[in-house]
């Protein structure tokens, strides 16, 4: 394409950003690519056809399973064990980690942490809602089944993270520790193309993200943060959809607020598969992620769906609010 640089052209421009890139970590980004084209098509008419009802199944959030998790569940799963770069996945929609059985994906390199679709109980009132992922080289043999070590790997030992957000166009922004770049769908090819070129955020924003129904059950250095925040009459922007608000952040300048309460003093967000992709980002661009005490990403993890207070963004912001949580 004359002009358009598609994901698949700057993935393999890009392999040499990697010492011994043997082409394996491209082609495992662009199964990505493929996968979330399928999982895109699909949320897109998720209005016309019976898949935004629940599933019926619940997953380990004890959330009732949307159709469209299942499905995209399934897309990723797929296309990533036939992709053969890939061991195992471990995703918020299975209790357990898949660890690939078959000849060809026991050789993979990597394994993926995943939410397949974050947000999906925005899917039938027809909000952005997104994916995202880890990738790790595995710690175990090749020839080997996947362990639970080779998820349970800290946020700096990441080759690459990113997520796709399905809103008014879809895009693709991801990282493998050379910067952000985010590409966007283009509908009439069925290509990602590059469109935001190495996104940086800015050190402060006038934007800050929190369910402030959480007010009274935050530490008094969040609700004295959110007091400071309209005495200087910053703007509150809150979708209830994680990838919406970290990518309008990220662009835009802010900070995104998940705090542990009273009654969940972990939080809610899931560090392998939320936090942690997100974190690789924001550091790339500039930006910073922190549980209120430790950046995300030196958080050495206990088991795969643990959760973490969660302060990510632009720096400045995110320096405040630990600032205030720690005083
Ligand atoms: P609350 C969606 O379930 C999610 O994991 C994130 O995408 C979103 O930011 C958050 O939870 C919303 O949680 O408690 O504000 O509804």
Redesign the pocket.
């Known amino acids: 394409m004359i002009g358009v640089t598609t994901l698949d052209e700057f993935i393999i421009d890009r392999q040499d950003d990697f010492p011994f890139a043997t082409g394996d970590l491209s082609r495992l980004l662009r199964d990505i690519g493929f996968a979330a084209k399928i999982v895109n098509r699909e949320v897109n008419k998720a209005g016309l056809v019976d898949i935004t009802g629940a599933a019926g199944s619940e997953n380990i959030q004890g959330e009732q399973q949307q159709k469209l998790d299942v499905f995209a569940d399934q897309v990723f799963i797929k296309a990533l064990r036939s992709g053969g770069e890939v061991c195992g996945i471990a995703s918020e929609e299975n209790d357990d980690f898949v660890a690939f059985e078959d000849d060809l994906a026991r050789n993979g390199k990597y394994v993926v942490a995943i939410d397949p679709l ?2 999906s ?1 925005n899917i039938d009132v027809n909000v952005s809602i997104g994916t995202i992922f880890s990738i790790y080289r595995r710690k175990s043999e090749k020839g080997t089944i996947a362990n639970l070590q080779d998820f349970l790997q800290a946020g700096t030992e990441q080759v690459a993270g990113g997520y796709v957000l399905y809103g008014s166009s879809s895009m693709l922004v991801y990282t493998t520790g050379a910067g952000v770049n985010g590409f966007t769908l283009d509908p009439s090819i069925g290509e990602f193309c590059l469109s935001h070129p190495s996104m940086k955020t800015a050190a402060k924003g006038k934007i800050y993200s929190m ?1 402030e129904g959480n007010y009274y059950q935050s530490h008094k250095g969040i609700q004295t943060y959110l007091d400071n925040c309209k005495k200087q009459q910053m703007t509150a922007r809150y979708i ?3 990838v919406a ?1 970290f990518h309008r952040n990220l662009i835009k300048g802010g900070v995104y607020l ?1 705090p542990g309460t009273s009654s969940a003093p972990n939080g ?2 899931r560090l392998l598969y ?1 936090c942690n992709p997100l974190a690789f980002l924001i550091e790339q661009a500039g930006g910073k992620a922190t549980d209120g005490k430790r950046r995300i990403m030196e958080i050495q993890p206990s088991e795969l769906h643990q959760r973490c207070p969660y302060f990510v963004g632009s720096k400045d912001m995110v320096d405040e609010i630990e600032g205030l949580l720690n005083a």
């Open positions: 974050d947000g109980s369910n209830g959809s994680l608000d998940y809610k967000l939320e």
